[in-house]
């Protein structure tokens, strides 16, 4: 099943370590999308991303997360000094297109802040 | 059985019974919805989408219902299996395939299946 693969699955950190979480869309997808999700809640949209762009990122915080989908390699969402609140799944989707495929998630990484 | 809307998170039916999940969306301007399942400790998976267009799309053992009048969303599982226990999101895009390409997921009902 060549789906959207995350990594690590399961990922802890120390309040104030950095966390880079990093998917690979499905083959022949070239539009990224993550979201995170909190226990017992929906998933809440956080950036929209193309190869090497940014196309929206209304969802994320304003400080200590990025992300980037380079030309080559897959997409890394990063979170510098994290802190408890932090702790959530983060999911990754791809799609072929903007406009008229449903997004396909991975599995998700699910990040530990002790 | 039903459920009614956001406000049931449980929904619990017997093996073979037909399943009525419901949704109320948000924004009349949506004209994409979706559907997803999500066992635990899994990411989102794709059941079925209906474009605002139309007010009913069928599957396999699935069936979604767009009330756009009423902002209503529903999604029917035929025969309800064990396999179908799991959490169920709608979910609504405004202007799909414009500027705008994340989706506003609802907080999920979770359908339980007795054998």
């Known amino acids: 099943n060549a789906g959207v693969m995350q990594n690590p699955r399961h990922l802890v950190r120390r309040r104030g370590q950095e966390a880079r979480l990093r998917c690979s869309p499905m083959?022949?997808?070239?539009?990224v999308y993550w979201y995170r999700q909190l226990p017992e809640e929906g998933l809440k949209f956080m950036v929209y991303l193309q190869k090497e762009n940014i196309i929206d990122e209304s969802g994320m915080p304003k400080e200590r997360f990025s992300a980037e989908f380079p030309k080559e390699g897959p997409s890394i969402l990063r979170i510098q000094q994290v802190v408890r609140g932090d702790s959530a799944a983060y999911f990754c989707?791809?799609?072929?297109?903007?406009?008229?495929?449903?997004?396909?998630f991975g599995n998700g990484t699910r990040l530990t802040v002790t | 059985g039903e459920s009614v809307g956001l406000h049931l998170p449980t929904l619990s039916v017997q093996e073979g019974d037909n399943s009525i999940i419901n949704c109320a969306y948000s924004n009349s301007a949506s004209d994409y919805f979706i559907w997803y399942k999500q066992e635990s400790g899994k990411g989102p998976q794709f059941i079925i989408d209906i474009r605002s267009n139309m007010d009913k799309r069928q599957g396999q053992r699935v069936t979604v219902l767009l009330n756009k009048t009423v902002k209503h969303l529903s999604l029917q599982i035929a025969a309800t299996q064990p396999g179908d226990s799991a959490v169920y999101f709608c979910a609504e895009n405004m202007n799909y395939g414009g500027s705008q390409g994340n989706l506003i997921f609802g907080k999920g009902t979770k359908l339980s299946v007795k054998p």
């Open positions: 989707a791809s799609s072929e297109d903007r406009g008229s495929s449903p997004l396909h």
């Open positions: 083959k022949g997808h070239s539009h």
